[in-house]
């Protein structure tokens, strides 16, 4: 079984908008997004980027806001930080990757190295957080995080269809990764009244 194919198994486990249930989900959509990256050519690698670069800039922004602050307390300070640290490296490879060319064989290389880390990172956090976030919290607090985390994807919209060129959806994904994650983070605080 892929990683991608045993993280859905473990979310369909879990009860239904649970966080980490679509966290789970998240990881095994950006799994396959890398192999679609790496496997697809021309018009539909870059639209598989995109979506790519969408779905991580609303993953570890959601992360970063929604689970950090709540890892801090049932799992460790250090560990939190050490995973905030890891997506912020991370966002600067993207950064690089996203002026690169993607036809360009450098692309491809620093893909590559980018995928591990960003594989790297979803396994510690599924080995190390999130246990400890399900069981410091009730399913009642687990599915209110899962509510703002699915507020952030609809208005952060993931799914972009060629038919959707010039839609606010499709525009939406051109932008810079690091407007993405100004955008993310501006619905998950509308989201929380904040
Ligand atoms: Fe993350
Ligand atoms: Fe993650």
């Known amino acids: 079984m892929s990683t991608a194919d045993a993280e859905r198994r473990e979310a369909a486990r879990l009860p239904e908008g649970d966080v980490v249930a679509i966290l789970l989900e998240q990881h095994a959509r950006i799994r396959d997004l890398f192999e679609d990256v790496k496997s697809a050519e021309g018009e539909h690698k870059q ?3 995109d979506e790519l670069r969408a779905l991580l800039a609303v993953h570890e922004t959601a992360e970063e806001m929604i689970v950090r602050p709540v890892a801090q307390d049932t799992v460790s300070k250090q560990e939190a930080e050490a995973r905030n640290h890891e997506e912020e490296e991370a966002n600067k490879v993207l950064a690089r990757l996203e002026k690169m060319e993607i036809t360009s064989p450098e692309f491809d290389a620093q893909l590559m190295e980018f995928e591990r880390s960003v594989s790297d990172h979803a396994d510690h956090e599924e080995r190390e957080e999130f246990p400890g976030v399900r069981a410091g919290r009730t399913e009642e607090q687990l599915r209110s995080m899962g509510t703002r985390l699915r507020a952030a994807e ?4 993931t799914h972009p269809h060629p038919s959707a060129a010039g839609s606010p959806a499709a ?15 501006d619905a998950i605080n509308a989201a929380t009244g904040g």
């Open 47 to 49: 639209q598989a980027f």
């Open 154 to 157: 609809k208005i952060a919209p």
């Open 171 to 185: 525009q939406w994904t051109v932008g810079p990764f690091a407007s993405l994650v100004d955008r993310t983070r």
